[in-house]
């Protein structure tokens, strides 16, 4: 979060009584987070600074030689939509996921169509990609237009690669096609499956960083939001929006993404033959 510049020749400096410079870096892409984070440099800055000025002079009215350069990188103005904007894709992209899946099982059997299409030539493998393909083209325009409207409307800077971000945000719905297919095979109302939904998606949102920092959360939670998609969902989408990180550095959230699919996926599929069967 906070990088230190001292410049050679600091302590030299210091010792001669000679004005020297320090540069405080801060990470900006938590406005809220960088903003206390430079209060506190500043102030342990400041501080420094008087000492040094007791010790040469005898008193605090003269300078002490430590001036206070602090740069916030990825976000400069501190300004909250820049973190807040990309967060909205990951949100949106698993509520879609979520209600459109979630619902696609369920309906069919709510209205007695199930049986029906269990007894045509479909597997159930097909089944299953017939009422997820259609969600996942969805979820693809949702993110090209919320990306669109975060660059073009609220400026939001955007330094990695779209391509990357396509690639993750697939692996990324496949996750929430999983959780959503999961929801439909245990339901048996399209309002309990409505219910179920937002008994995940509501602690999801809470327990992702995207209104907090995981940071500031209790240890127990923290390890709790390790099972979370969207959590790292947020940190690959932020990380190539405002940092342009590329996929050497966000491959350890991409690879529990595609974890999570495949393991959710599986279960939700073998649920969906037995209640099916």
């Not at 966000?250 to 529990?256: G, R, V």
Request: proline share 5%; glycine share 10%; net charge positive.
């Amino acid at each position: 979060m906070i990088g230190l510049e001292i410049p050679r020749g600091f302590a030299a400096n210091l010792a001669a009584d000679r004005p020297t410079k320090v540069q405080v870096l801060v990470d900006g892409t938590s406005s809220n987070t960088a903003t206390v984070a430079q209060g506190y440099a500043t102030q342990i800055v400041q501080r420094f600074g008087i000492q040094k000025s007791i010790q040469a002079y005898g008193r605090t009215g003269v300078q002490g030689g430590v001036e206070l350069r602090a740069r916030a990188w990825y976000n400069p103005n501190l300004v909250s939509r820049v973190y807040n904007v990309p967060g909205v894709i990951g949100t949106i992209v698993m509520l879609m996921g979520l209600l459109l899946t979630s619902l696609a099982v369920v309906r069919e059997r709510e209205i007695g169509t199930l049986e029906q299409l269990m007894v045509s030539p479909l597997s159930p493998l097909e089944l299953i990609l017939g009422k997820t393909l259609p969600v996942v083209f969805v979820c693809l325009v949702d993110l090209v237009l919320i990306t669109a409207v975060a660059m073009l409307w609220f400026d939001i800077p955007f330094r990695g690669s779209f391509l990357l971000l396509l690639g993750a945000s697939l692996v990324y719905v496949l996750a929430g096609l999983g959780l959503g297919l999961l929801i439909s095979t245990v339901s048996a109302t399209q309002q309990e499956a409505f219910m179920s939904m937002f008994f995940f998606f509501l602690p999801a949102i809470m327990l992702s960083g995207f209104m907090y920092p995981v940071e500031n959360m209790p240890e127990a939670v923290q390890v709790l939001t390790l099972a979370n998609p969207i959590r790292h969902f947020l940190v690959v989408v932020r990380g190539i929006f405002l940092k342009g990180a590329g996929f050497g550095i966000l491959w350890p959230e991409i690879a529990t993404l595609g974890a999570m699919g495949v393991i959710v996926l599986a279960v939700a599929a073998s649920k969906f033959r037995k209640t099916t069967g």
